[in-house]
C-alpha cells in the first residue's frame, strides 16, 4: 500500500506541490489528506517510492527488470489517479494535489457503493 501523498516529513517538493501558493499550508492539508483512500494505491515497492516526487513514483521501475512498478503500473485503481472527466492521462498528469485526492476518494466511494448496492 502506497501514500501518493506521502507521510512523515514532506521535502519542499511536495509543500510547494500540494501548497504552492503557502508552502507552510503543506502540513496542514498533508494532515488533512494523507490518510484519505483516494491517496493510496498498490505497488510492489512501496518502500523504494517513500518521499519521491509524483513524477518519480508515476515512472518508478524494478530495478532488476526495468518493469514499471510505480503509478504506472496498470492496475484499475491506478486509472483513477488521472482525472480523465478534464482530459488528463497518467502520462500527462505531473502533479498530486488536495483535489485530487478528494476526486479520487470520492470515485473509491462511488465503485464501493456499485459493488454493494443494497438493492
Request: a negative charge.
Amino acid at each position: 500500500m502506497e501514500h501518493i501523498l506521502p507521510e512523515g516529513n514532506l521535502p519542499d517538493t511536495w509543500n510547494n506541490a500540494i501548497s504552492p501558493d503557502n508552502p507552510d499550508q503543506a502540513k496542514e492539508i498533508q494532515a488533512e489528506c494523507v490518510h484519505l483512500i483516494g491517496n493510496l494505491t498498490l505497488t510492489p515497492y512501496n518502500s523504494e517510492l517513500g518521499q519521491r516526487t509524483f513524477d518519480e513514483k508515476k515512472r518508478y521501475k524494478d530495478p532488476t527488470s526495468s518493469d514499471v512498478t510505480g503509478l504506472a503500473m496498470p492496475l484499475k485503481i491506478n486509472a483513477s489517479i488521472p482525472d480523465t472527466e478534464n482530459g488528463e492521462t497518467l502520462e500527462s498528469k505531473t502533479t498530486w494535489t488536495a483535489d485530487d485526492i478528494k476526486r479520487r476518494s470520492a470515485w473509491f466511494a462511488d465503485q464501493i457503493t456499485k459493488l454493494y448496492s443494497l438493492n
